[in-house]
């Protein structure tokens, strides 16, 4: 049975590594977005 154990174990890691990458690439297009937003209202407050 510590075979099974360890099987869980691995597939456990696996899903919270791919979540992880996820939501770091959230974040990630978040913050881009946000500097499109505050340059795109710098440019309509110079304009």
Known sequence: MPTVE???KAKTKV???????IHNDLICERK????????????ISVS
Do not use: I, Q, Y
């Open 6 to 8: 360890s099987e869980a």
């Open 15 to 21: 899903r919270f590594e791919e979540l992880l990458k």
């Open 32 to 43: 881009k977005l946000k500097k499109k937003l505050v340059k795109s209202r710098e440019n």
